[in-house]
């Protein structure tokens, strides 16, 4: 989804230099960015309208970005929400995320990255609000796993998982290639493109929630198997 004049992001955050430097990439990619210095100034004018975006730090004065992210999912599931989160907020990040987030990315986080992931959610929102009948060109199937690569949408068989971008991008690194061992290295790379650094740990993080989502809707679902002192790699044959 380009920009246009109704292309309007939320940026919340305690911290003005985090404020402007992201106001100002995000405005010259040609986003409206209306910038808040709490969740509760934030609330009142999202009260008023929401913007189509929201990213949104999670430790904040008066009203923090979870309470921030329960209202919103209270009163609309389908607005995307971008977390940024310090290194040592892995409980409060997991919470955002069971809570609704769509994504998140540790600070210090890389601008293009930031930017990438915002024009990702744009355009997964795009998608989905066309109508229901019209299916993507573009996906990848693996047995009962289906890859919408416009939408960044995931199903199995059948079932929607309700996957973050970073999680998306990273079974889409692993399912197109079955039987090929992705190191924590390469699905870094997969999952974080633009010059962002995270740790082995983080990988960790997203394969087991990975697992996690998928075990709730096939409690057989093994196909994601650990390779010890390697990585990752997706166990169902590719289908002809």
Same mark, same amino acid.
């Given at each position: 989804?380009?920009?246009?004049?109704?292309?309007?992001?939320?940026?919340?955050?305690?911290?003005?230099?985090?404020?402007?430097?992201?106001?100002?990439?995000?405005?010259?990619?040609?986003?409206?960015?209306?910038?808040?210095?709490?969740?509760?100034?934030?609330?009142?004018?999202?009260?008023?309208?929401?913007?189509?975006?929201?990213?949104?730090?999670?430790?904040?004065?008066?009203?923090?970005?979870?309470?921030?992210?329960?209202?919103?999912?209270?009163?609309?599931?389908?607005?995307?929400?971008?977390?940024?989160?310090?290194?040592?907020? =892995? !409980?409060?990040?997991? *919470?955002? %995320?069971?809570?609704?987030?769509?994504?998140?990315?540790?600070?210090?986080?890389? @601008?293009? +990255?930031?930017?990438?992931?915002?024009?990702?959610?744009?355009?997964?929102?795009?998608?989905?609000?066309?109508?229901?009948?019209?299916?993507?060109?573009?996906?990848?199937?693996?047995?009962?796993?289906?890859?919408?690569?416009?939408?960044?949408?995931?199903?199995?068989?059948?079932?929607?998982?309700?996957?973050?971008?970073? =999680? !998306?991008?990273?079974? *889409?690194? %692993?399912?197109?290639?079955?039987?090929?061992?992705?190191?924590?290295?390469?699905? @870094?790379? +997969?999952?974080?493109?633009?010059?962002?650094?995270?740790?082995?740990?983080?990988?960790?993080?997203?394969?087991?929630?990975?697992?996690?989502?998928?075990?709730?809707?096939?409690?057989?679902?093994?196909?994601?198997?650990?390779?010890?002192?390697?990585?990752?790699?997706?166990?169902?044959?590719?289908?002809?």
């Amino acid at each position: 989804m380009s920009p246009t004049k109704t292309s309007v992001v939320a940026v919340v955050d305690d911290e003005e230099n985090i404020r402007e430097t992201v106001g100002f990439a995000l405005r010259r990619e040609g986003y409206t960015v209306h910038c808040y210095a709490d969740g509760s100034d934030a609330w009142e004018a999202f009260e008023q309208e929401f913007p189509d975006v929201v990213v949104l730090d999670i430790i904040m004065p008066r009203m923090d970005g979870l309470e921030v992210c329960r209202r919103l999912r209270a009163k609309s599931q389908s607005i995307p929400i971008i977390f940024l989160t310090s290194r040592d907020e =892995e !409980f409060d990040r997991v *919470l955002g %995320l069971e809570l609704g987030a769509d994504d998140y990315l540790c600070k210090p986080f890389s @601008m293009r +990255e930031l930017v990438a992931r915002v024009r990702v959610l744009f355009r997964r929102l795009s998608f989905n609000q066309l109508d229901g009948e019209q299916v993507a060109d573009n996906s990848l199937e693996r047995g009962k796993l289906e890859l919408d690569l416009q939408r960044y949408i995931a199903r199995w068989d059948g079932v929607q998982i309700p996957l973050t971008v970073t =999680e !998306f991008l990273m079974l *889409l690194a %692993l399912a197109r290639h079955p039987g090929h061992v992705k190191t924590r290295q390469q699905l @870094m790379e +997969e999952g974080y493109p633009h010059d962002s650094f995270v740790s082995d740990r983080t990988i960790d993080s997203h394969i087991k929630r990975l697992r996690k989502k998928l075990l709730t809707i096939d409690p057989s679902f093994d196909e994601i198997e650990t390779v010890y002192g390697l990585g990752y790699r997706y166990t169902e044959e590719a289908t002809e």
